[in-house]
């Protein structure tokens, strides 16, 4: 790995920590504005809808321009939905200007690897890359727990000023030969071609096997952060601060994870890692029985560690069909236009759950059976196919 790729890696790493940062000073203006506990969850819908909105033209733009500049352009943006928050627009629809910039972020940051890379080297490169930005998740929750519990207002400004010092660090990333370049401009184009690339990657074994793991991940994983705050409260009487590192000790688990595979997962042997997502589930279930900080320390990292596993050599497999097939952009833009989506449905089912006051034990279960059974079935439907 060369200076180029640490300064993509510590671009990412400045921006996902500010992303990450925001979310929790957001969830404490909420509260400071005596918002309904059912505001909190909204606040990653208007974070993911982005996404899925702007799935069709993401990819095509950031196939089509140099990615280091559609990453410098699209952490702009996310600077203005922090300075809107710091004037006092709601904190659902400034967050939500966030997401515009973070979906236009991503697939930049991840489909740069495939083109700046060799493939052998992305299975490790994206252990990279998911590290950080899991350290992103663990910094951001405690640093934006912490400064949030003290005056918000003052931790909005704060984190703002990182994507001010991201967007240094975007500005001198290589600068690569344009990849799979849209031969068209026109949006009713760019559906149609975006719609041809989920069917393309969707057909294909690999990258079905990959997606819904990965879709299934990442709408299981922001749900998760949510459910453990509110879990945290109820069977250990934590505050936001304490239940915020609850969350870093699920995201150090996923870090170390990430390593493991990193080390020892090769691209060919990817789809391996798969029954450790349905362990993952069973541990999830077993929180509802846990009302000692210390057990719940040890059985987050724990799914942590197996999320991390799993999830990085997936993540590497279908950035690598994704490239081969149509585009590194397209494929990424894909890719988050499934996980999001997967995102705003759990979201929505949690938010759901919140207004019909069920008992957050209830919900746990309900999610780990649901993380266990779709792990299931992902799995033996692949086995069948190969």
Not at 15 to 31: C, E, R, Y
Not at 343 to 356: D, E, N, R, V
Request: with cysteine; net charge positive.
């Amino acid at each position: 790995m060369n200076l180029g790729f640490y300064t993509i890696l510590l671009a990412q790493f400045l921006s996902a920590l500010a992303d990450n940062a925001l979310l929790f000073a957001a969830i404490a203006l909420l509260q400071a504005q005596h918002a309904p506990d059912w505001h909190t969850p909204l606040l990653l819908q208007f974070f993911v809808i982005s996404y899925i909105v702007l799935a069709p033209f993401v990819g095509a733009i950031a196939d089509a321009f140099p990615k280091g500049r559609v990453m410098f352009v699209s952490n702009s943006i996310k600077f203005v939905g922090g300075i809107a928050m710091l004037l006092g627009m709601p904190p659902l629809y400034a967050y939500g200007i966030v997401g515009i910039g973070a979906a236009a972020y991503s697939p930049a940051k991840y489909g740069i690897l495939t083109e700046y890379l060799p493939p052998h080297a992305l299975v490790k490169a994206n252990g990279w890359m998911e590290g950080s930005t899991v350290m992103a998740i663990i910094l951001g929750a405690i640093v934006g727990g912490k400064m949030a519990a003290a005056n918000p207002e003052q931790a909005v400004l704060l984190i703002t000023l990182l994507y001010v010092v991201a967007a240094v660090f975007n500005y001198f990333i290589p600068r690569l030969p344009i990849d799979h370049k849209p031969p068209k401009k026109n949006p009713l184009f760019m559906i149609a071609d975006f719609w041809h690339s989920c069917k393309v990657l969707w057909r294909d074994p690999q990258g079905q096997v990959s997606l819904a793991v990965t879709t299934l991940f990442w709408g299981a994983g922001a749900t998760l952060r949510l459910v453990v705050l509110a879990w945290a409260g109820v069977a250990l009487m934590f505050d936001i601060e304490q239940a915020t590192q609850l969350i870093a000790i699920v995201a150090v688990g996923i870090a170390i994870g990430s390593v493991i595979a990193a080390r020892w997962i090769t691209l060919e042997q990817s789809t391996r890692v798969l029954p450790a997502g349905i362990i993952m589930g069973m541990l999830v279930i077993a929180m509802a029985a846990i009302h000692d900080w210390r057990a719940a320390g040890v059985l987050l990292f724990a799914v942590g560690v197996l999320s991390g596993y799993f999830v990085v050599p997936l993540n590497a497999l279908l950035q690598h069909r994704g490239h081969l097939l149509i585009g590194a952009g397209h494929s990424i833009a894909v890719q988050n236009f499934n996980e999001n989506l997967g995102i705003l449905i759990m979201i929505g089912i949690y938010t759901l759950m919140l207004k019909a006051e069920m008992h957050i034990n209830l919900i746990v279960v309900i999610f780990g059976l649901f993380v266990m059974l779709s792990m299931t079935a992902i799995t033996r439907l692949y086995r069948r196919k190969v």
